[in-house]
């Protein structure tokens, strides 16, 4: 039993994109050019557009990757925010400046920035004072001074 599966081709070179648009300026076929160079007809007009748009036919490479989920200024707003209040938790971040992206996302956005912030809601703000829990008259739970 065969089983199709779906190969990606391989990316045209830049020998091979200029081949092409020597071809295509000179009034050859796409068809005859595909054929020639082993490319599909659609990657052939793609090229003569793109070098008819921009006057080059090197590939894009500015559109490539994911883009990052805040903008410069969002982040500018959040390191100045995290220098003013430290204490500052990721979800007050969020709800404050209305960024659309999630606790997680934003953890890694400080972690690049080099940032470091509030793991806990409930810490202690003063290192030296002792915090006490609910039942610290009857001696259970409690942290001993």
């Not at 092409?20 to 007809?41: G, M, P, T």
């Not at 934003?106 to 039942?135: A, C, D, I, P």
């Amino acid at each position: 039993m065969l089983v199709d599966c779906v190969v990606m081709p391989k990316p045209i070179t830049v020998d091979e994109r200029e081949k092409i648009i020597k071809h295509k300026w000179n009034s050859e076929k796409e068809v005859d050019i595909a054929r020639w160079l082993f490319v599909s007809e659609s990657s052939v007009t793609k090229l003569g557009v793109l070098y008819r748009k921009t006057g080059s036919w090197m590939p894009k490479y500015e559109n490539c990757g994911r883009k990052p989920a805040l903008n410069d200024t969002q982040t500018a707003q959040i390191k100045t925010e995290i220098e003013k209040n430290p204490d500052t938790t990721i979800l007050e971040l969020i709800e404050k400046y209305n960024l659309p992206i999630s606790e997680s996302g934003l953890s890694r956005v400080f972690k690049k920035l080099g940032l470091t912030f509030k793991k806990r809601r409930f810490m202690q703000t003063v290192k030296n004072e002792t915090t006490y829990l609910k039942n610290s008259q009857t001696g259970e739970n409690c942290k001993k001074p």
